[in-house]
């Protein structure tokens, strides 16, 4: 259902630490210096990081920061964190979840439990996360609902299918919750970034297609403006990505990527 | 003498410095976070905390050692909208601070020709500006910091509680340890806007009389042209400014659009291109005098609306040279410089030459001291560029005037012992884990006597 974009200003920040999350949230917070509105509810696991962000978008204008420190991969916590960020705000406009780890791709084919660990993070984590969310939107009749995927997750690859597979579950998840309640005016972005300069990358040597957490966030402000269902950031991952989807299996599995 | 030609098929190091010469191999190490670890800790062997690499040669440098990279240290921690006085880590830039405080009515309480600095670069190169006459360093207006230390040792320094290592890192080019946050004081505008007031001159007399006569203006600096020779010798534009007094809205800068995707072939800077520069420069203003209200953007960072402008320079990139000569011969001294770089047939594609004021600054290696200053950057060609610079630096040293590091790839250890001769004491602050390829070179020892191969 389309709707014409209003800037949030209740907003729920799962992984607030993360290089994407920060620069997104400072994204948020309005441009004009004298007017103080933006609301922020944020969650990591770190607690001195979580200060630390807090304090930065305080002083950058930010109306009011609530911090909560919790592992995230604790699934059966999460309503009730849910519910105190829904008390703390007075309601939620948007929620960004960023949360994710990329895990050691030679260490889960040799071992489930390493495996077990990825999906927990990057896919249990946030389905529960999800699930309370998309009921509470829904009863709501509005809101935006952000969660950070990646290109990883649209075709398995042999250097990184466990990762890539947490994120590609976590896609269709995303595409069928879409389905269920865009129809009551909800907002269900899935944001599929490339390569981004982040501590998760810090050990990649970087080459030109990695982009900066700042234009990501550029980027996924500019979907939940155009209110966008799927958001390749930067854009030309759209174009490498359709690429990489249409070439046949039988190609594909001979392929070192 | 190491020729900046001899290079395989280039694999560019992981960090490079704005002038891209040396160009040093060595392990990046971002520092997402300030540490909360020594600094030994996070990685072994011989560091350097980096911000930017807008510093020219290599005190940002670090041959084989291990670069702590500290841009992604940018968050705010405070900021007192009555008295201005703004708290940041360190790897917040100036670009970072302009976005922030210019809407609030705010301003940098003196800036470099580039934004694109961290204010711990700013800090342990305790850089200057335009208004350095009425201003002094950057240094003098940090109140507070905290020095890290490769140990885990702590250390909160102002001009009053550990003053001792307060004066050895501003300046200190990031060798007492690494800097996490720091205190900024800012100062008040209404407008971004900057009343202008250019004046054409020729010849060093005239600009020394035109700085006497404009020392109650916030901002000096002048182009000068050193390519023409005749009656045009030592031609230039004497450029003034002032923030606004009248109130007007104040908005943050757009995100800079140019940039520049590729290297130039290194032929393109020669002789005749800077030639034509220069003259079409200085006829850009028509009459004598020219007075204009203009954005602060173009007053203060000409050279920021294009990215990557150092490209312009070719893959070989760019030697700088900045001095200050005491006041006293110092015009004789700018004039033997300026027939140097003539006679050598080389020539600097933007020159600029100030006079510093009496402000003492806090650092105990700061480079600003009373003088005329005069910055210039020259295309490597070889030998040719090296003895041209060998030869600028040795009339620095005759002059009693001395070079800044920030700006340098090539003086030797015994000029640098001979422009700063409280080396020694300032070492007594080095971090033991920390160097840089600078210091390396310049805090060897020195044999007695002879100030390089000097053919004047």
């Known amino acids: 259902m389309y709707k014409p974009y209003r800037r949030p200003t209740r907003i729920v920040v799962l992984g607030a630490t993360s290089s994407i999350a920060m620069a997104f949230s400072r994204l948020l917070i309005a441009p004009n210096a004298q007017l103080s509105d933006t609301h922020f509810f944020l969650v990591a696991r770190n607690p001195v990081k979580l200060e630390s962000v807090a304090r930065d978008l305080l002083t950058r204008g930010a109306a009011s920061v609530v911090i909560e420190a919790v592992d995230l991969d604790d699934t059966a916590a999460h309503p009730a964190l849910l519910q105190a960020a829904t008390n703390s705000l007075g309601q939620i406009d948007l929620a960004l979840i960023a949360h994710g780890v990329l895990g050691d791709q030679t260490e889960a084919q040799a071992n489930y439990a390493a495996t077990a660990e990825i999906l927990t993070t990057n896919l249990l984590s946030p389905i529960s996360l999800i699930t309370w969310l998309a009921n509470y939107f829904e009863a709501q009749n509005d809101g935006t609902l952000a969660v950070i995927s990646s290109v990883a997750g649209d075709r398995g690859r042999k250097s990184n299918y466990v990762y890539g597979a947490s994120k590609g579950a976590l896609n269709i998840f995303l595409d069928g919750v879409r389905n269920r309640i865009d129809r009551a005016g909800v907002q269900v972005l899935t944001i599929r970034p490339g390569f981004v300069a982040t501590p998760m990358t810090a050990h990649i040597p970087q080459g030109p297609l990695f982009a900066t957490p700042q234009k990501v966030a550029q980027g996924i402000l500019k979907a939940m403006q155009r209110r966008k269902d799927v958001a390749y950031v930067p854009g030309f991952w759209a174009l490498i990505m359709a690429v990489i989807r249409n070439i046949p299996e039988g190609i594909f599995k001979n392929l070192d990527l | ?456």
């Open chain 2, 1 to 456: 003498m190491s020729e900046p030609r001899k290079r395989k098929k280039s694999t560019s190091p992981a960090f490079q410095s704005w002038g891209r010469y040396p160009q040093l191999p060595a392990t990046l190490l971002p520092l997402y976070w300030i540490p909360q670890s020594p600094l030994n800790d996070l990685a072994a062997g011989p560091k350097l905390p980096v911000g930017m690499g807008r510093s020219y040669g290599d005190v940002c440098l670090l041959e084989n050692g291990t670069l702590l990279h500290t841009v992604h240290m940018d968050r705010l921690i405070h900021f007192d909208p009555a008295t201005g006085l703004l708290t940041c880590e360190s790897g917040v830039t100036l670009a970072d601070i302009l976005n922030f405080a210019v809407p609030r009515g705010w301003f940098l309480p003196v800036t470099p020709g580039t934004k694109y600095v961290t204010v711990g670069g700013a800090i342990a190169n305790d850089i200057h500006g335009k208004n350095h006459h009425t201003a002094g360093t950057f240094g003098r207006h940090v109140p507070r910091f905290e020095l890290l230390r490769s140990d885990g040792n702590r250390i909160v320094c102002s001009p009053t509680a550990n003053s001792d290592w307060y004066a050895a890192t501003i300046g200190g080019m990031g060798l007492t340890g690494l800097i996490t946050w720091a205190e900024v004081q800012l100062r008040p505008i209404v407008s971004r806007k900057i009343d202008y007031h250019g004046t054409k001159f020729v010849g060093i007399e005239e600009f020394v009389a035109l700085s006497q006569s404009s020392e109650t203006s916030e901002y000096t600096v002048s182009w000068i042209d050193c390519v023409s020779q005749g009656k045009n010798f030592a031609r230039g534009i004497f450029m003034r400014g002032d923030h606004a007094a009248t109130p007007s809205r104040l908005r943050q800068s757009s995100d800079p659009k140019l940039t520049l995707p590729i290297d130039l072939p290194g032929f393109m800077l020669n002789k005749y291109t800077v030639e034509a520069f220069n003259a079409l420069y200085y006829y850009k203003q028509f009459t004598r005098e020219k007075r204009a209200l203009i954005d602060y953007e173009p007053f203060f960072y000409p050279l920021d609306g294009v990215l990557h402008w150092n490209r312009l320079y070719g893959r070989d990139g760019l030697l700088q040279f900045q001095c200050v000569l005491p006041f006293e011969d110092g015009q004789h001294g700018i004039l033997r410089i300026l027939k140097a770089i003539t006679s050598s047939g080389l020539a600097s594609f933007l020159a600029v030459i100030k006079t510093f004021g009496e402000i003492k600054s806090p650092g105990m290696m700061s480079f600003p001291a009373p003088g005329i200053t005069l910055a210039l950057d020259f295309p490597i060609r070889r030998e040719v560029s090296f003895d041209l610079l060998e030869r600028l630096a040795y009339i620095t040293v005759e002059h009693g005037g001395k070079m800044y590091p920030a700006k340098d790839a090539r003086m030797s250890a015994l000029q640098f012992q001979a422009f700063y001769p409280q080396w020694q004491e300032f070492a007594r602050y080095l971090d033991p884990a920390l160097s840089s390829s600078f210091w390396q070179r310049v805090s060897a020892p020195t044999a007695n006597g002879l100030l390089g191969n000097i053919h004047v």
